[in-house]
């Protein structure tokens, strides 16, 4: 589903990313760790059209990418982003930011998608006419899966979307989104430095160290401690997964 190749990413003149490459099965959830300034949320700016210099190859379902990304991309690749309240308008209501991406797109049926999707994310009817500032983190990040979700895309692009949570939410975020995987088929690229994250939510993951693709494995060697690298075997250490 997504097909990066040789991917190079800069900023001002300077590249950050270095010619990294890996595959993502349809309905695969597939995580990119490191260290901050490792290049993770810079290669999910790359897709999602944000961070327009870089060469080598982006591919989503088989359809290769240039620099702008058109209705088609939208339909099909939504982003959760890491701070639920930065991400939502202070003064929109949770109903204005759901039929939003509806009206744009001249969807129609707006009143029963929206009654639908925030069941679906385990929110209460009750909650459509609030505020952000009148919502909880853990229910602002609800109302954040919602609004990905509305144009029914295949690809969600997850960027640390449970660190601005407290841990007790974190869990039910993350459980709601393995159901959500579960249910719609949906193929999850996630960056995170979280490896207990990993561990529960992904199948496979691609380590990242200043820019650079160290190895690409699976979850059940993340879960053993059986990672190639030395930087990889690292960042287990400090997870205390081993």
Known sequence: MIDIADLTVSFG???????????????????????????????????????????????????????????????????????????????????????????????????????????????????????????SGGQRQRVAIARALMLEPEVLLLDEPTSALDVSVQAEILNLLADLRGERGLTYLLVTHDLPIVSFLCDRLGVLRQGRLEEVTDVAALRAGRLHSAYGRELVARSGLD
């Open 13 to 135: 003149g300077r590249a950050v990313v270095h010619g990294v490459t890996f595959l993502v099965g349809a309905g695969e959830s597939f995580a990119l760790v490191g260290e901050s300034g490792s290049g993770k949320s810079t290669i999910l700016k790359a897709i999602a059209g944000q961070a327009p210099d870089w060469t080598g190859a982006i591919r989503i379902a088989g359809q290769p990418l240039g620099k702008r990304r058109d209705r088609a991309f939208v339909r099909r690749v939504q982003m959760v982003f890491q701070d639920p309240y930065g991400s939502l308008h202070p003064r929109r209501t949770v109903d204005d930011t759901l039929t939003e991406p509806l009206a744009v797109h001249g969807i129609g049926g707006r009143d029963a998608r929206v009654v639908a999707m925030l069941d679906a994310v385990g929110l209460s009817r009750r909650f459509r006419f609030r505020l952000p500032h009148q919502l």
